[in-house]
């Protein structure tokens, strides 16, 4: 089993940045692939981005590529989200999951833990 807790949520101005992280813990972390998606009221979970066991290689979705940063720290057994010039439309719960892949992974039933949500709210 591994445990996800994620912090840094809240309320940011529109332009703003916060940056979330995903505390892990049980098994090894660096063996798993780790990804963050986000679910605002009335859709579905979405995407956002997701890095490698080693950190070497991250994927993005096309809405938060060149404004939201994945990395991670295996020594901290953390992973981040880095969200820069934020906006009114990313309010959402944001959630991290971990992949026993150890790949790139952009749907949710290839991840195998998840954290509990971390809300973050843009104004306008």
């Known amino acids: 089993q591994v445990q996800l807790v994620e912090s840094g949520g809240g309320l940011v101005q529109a332009g703003g940045s916060l940056r979330l992280s995903c505390a892990a813990s049980?098994?090894?972390?660096?063996?798993?692939?780790m990804g963050w998606f986000r679910q605002a009221p009335g859709k579905e979970r979405e995407f956002l981005a997701a890095?490698?066991?080693?950190?070497?290689?991250?994927y993005y979705a096309d809405d938060v590529k060149g404004r939201f940063t994945i990395s991670r720290d295996n020594a901290k057994n953390t992973v981040y989200l880095q969200m820069n010039s934020l906006k009114p439309e990313d309010t959402a719960v944001y959630y991290c999951?971990?992949?026993?892949?150890?790949?790139?992974?952009?749907?949710?039933?290839?991840?195998?833990?998840w954290g509990q949500g971390t809300q973050v709210t843009v104004s306008s």
């Open positions: 999951a971990a992949s026993e892949t150890g790949r790139v992974v952009t749907t949710t039933v290839n991840y195998d833990y």
């Open positions: 890095i490698t066991r080693s950190g070497w290689s991250t």
């Open positions: 049980g098994r090894t972390f660096s063996n798993y692939g």
